[in-house]
């Protein structure tokens, strides 16, 4: 790369077209303003101007150089304002979360999207632990968990907190004999479902499901797609537990139960990002509608 000092200098030269005037404006000495100009010669491997005695021509070389050092000066300017300007409703953010939240989600952020047209919103469902890992190496900008990560790699911050549900089938007549009923159905299988599965035992302070073992139940079906996981449980052939946020996207409601609890059981939601990261100000407008609607979650 060609010194900018020198190139500074050669072209204030080219612009004043005198060496005297030259070293007046840069506070150099005349000799040292021909200083500049040899060692940029030097360095570009060319004669940039051709003098001839108190004046001088540019080369051809010269003319090219002088182009190269006004398109610096021109690029930089340019960099430094777009570091200056960050418009809060322009630029792409990646985002991701459970299945089940982006089927909540998606519309708002799309409606966010509407009012804003530049802003890019690029939302992924994916587990808690590509999630994690994708924060990492940069793919996703924020995300939204259900287990706190490493604070050491993440900044985290809790956003709000959702219920699981465990959902049967409209037309079972749940009873005290839950462990009964879930055997019999069988579970409707799904990426998440052991995780939300124990969880759910684990939590629900029932002594008949906290005692229950996940590997005695059988499992009657299996799907990977967040809006289809209901639709066999709808039609009796299992159960399964989901987020509540789920459930509510479901078209028929009336065609599925949730079980009856003394205590719901929740799970917390992180809002994850890599650590000390800071991100555009557009961030800040996708966070407070990811807020907004996991507090009526929360609630």
Known sequence: MLNPIWLKTFVILVDTGHFTQTAEKLFMTQPGVSQHIRKLEIESGYSLIARDKKSFELTEQGRLVYQYALDLVENEQALLARLAFDNPFSGC????????????????????QVLHPRLVLKLKAAPNHQILNEIQTGIIDLGIITDMPNQGLFDVTEIGLEQLCLVLPSNIEANNNSDNLLTQLGLIDHPDAELYLSLYFAQSQESVLTHLNIEEIPVSGYVNQISQILEPVAKGLGFTVLPKSAIDTFQTPERLQILSLKQPVMQTLYMVKKRNRALPARFEVVKSILKKHLDVVKR
């Open 93 to 112: 953010c990646t985002l991701a979360c459970s299945g089940a939240l982006a089927l909540m989600l998606y519309p708002n952020l799309l409606d966010l």
